[in-house]
């Protein structure tokens, strides 16, 4: 069974739309990440939760907002698409700040 | 800022041989924890294992191993005794340990083939 449950799998948006990417985890753990992987960067850190609490926040873009409604749930709305935003997004959760992650099979996102 | 850098791109090897892969990390930090993951060709990121810096000893984890060398800020990963199902891209990634952000720095992969 999935730890870690990204909906969907597969988006296919226009530009200008918004789009909001699915995250749930059910390992218990405490701190909850957003990740973005391109074929022009590597993953790319994009916000963390911890304990439904924003602690840091590296996108440059307003555009992208993290919302969490319970401890185990990490969305992230993307509004104005662009083409740029064109990427597979990968949830992840530790159970502290310092531990490992597991990661969720992520959502790939193309922007047309 | 905190960097990781991994400049192999990919390596080849055949079934059963040892292979490393380098990874060198910049931090201001005196204490930070480092990390291999694996993505496998489906895409999945699995934590393979982790170093923190206040321990000497290398780490180790079934087939897995670490070079840990804080002088050159240095974490190599080797894989003894390679399978075919090792093939995949390995990442490399630090956190450092009282900075005030909360990111870990994934380096950019190194593309592991393992031949028969």
């Not at chain 1, 602690?55 to 555009?63: E, K, P, V």
């Not at chain 1, 740029?84 to 159970?95: E, I, K, L, P, V």
């Not at chain 2, 059963?16 to 060198?24: A, E, F, G, I, L």
């Not at chain 2, 489906?42 to 170093?51: A, T």
């Amino acid at each position: 069974d999935p730890k870690i449950i990204q909906k969907p799998k597969y988006l296919v948006a226009v530009t200008g739309s918004e789009k909001i990417l699915i995250c749930e985890q059910y390992l218990g753990h405490n701190a909850m990440y957003w990740y973005r992987q391109s074929a022009k960067k590597p993953l790319e850190f994009m916000f963390s939760y911890s304990y439904q609490k924003l602690m840091d926040n590296q996108t440059a873009s307003s555009r992208f907002q993290p919302q969490s409604s319970k401890k185990n749930h990490l969305d992230l709305q993307i509004t104005a698409l662009k083409p740029d935003d064109s990427a597979t997004y990968f949830c992840a959760s530790s159970q502290d700040w310092n531990s490992d992650y597991t990661f969720g099979s992520g959502t790939r996102l193309l922007v047309i | 800022a905190q960097k990781v850098t991994q400049t192999q791109t990919s390596i080849s090897v055949m079934e059963k041989t040892t292979v490393t892969m380098d990874c060198v990390y910049e931090t201001q930090d005196s204490s930070y924890f480092l990390f291999w993951y694996k993505q496998t060709a489906s895409g999945e990121i699995v934590f393979l294992i982790r170093q923190d810096s206040y321990k000497k000893e290398n780490a180790t984890v079934g087939h897995y191993s670490l070079n840990f060398q804080k002088p050159k800020s240095s974490i190599g990963l080797i894989i003894t005794a390679t399978q075919i199902e090792d093939s995949a891209v390995y990442f490399c990634a630090m956190r450092e340990g009282s900075s005030n952000t909360d990111k870990v720095v994934f380096g950019t992969g190194t593309r592991l083939q393992v031949s028969p």
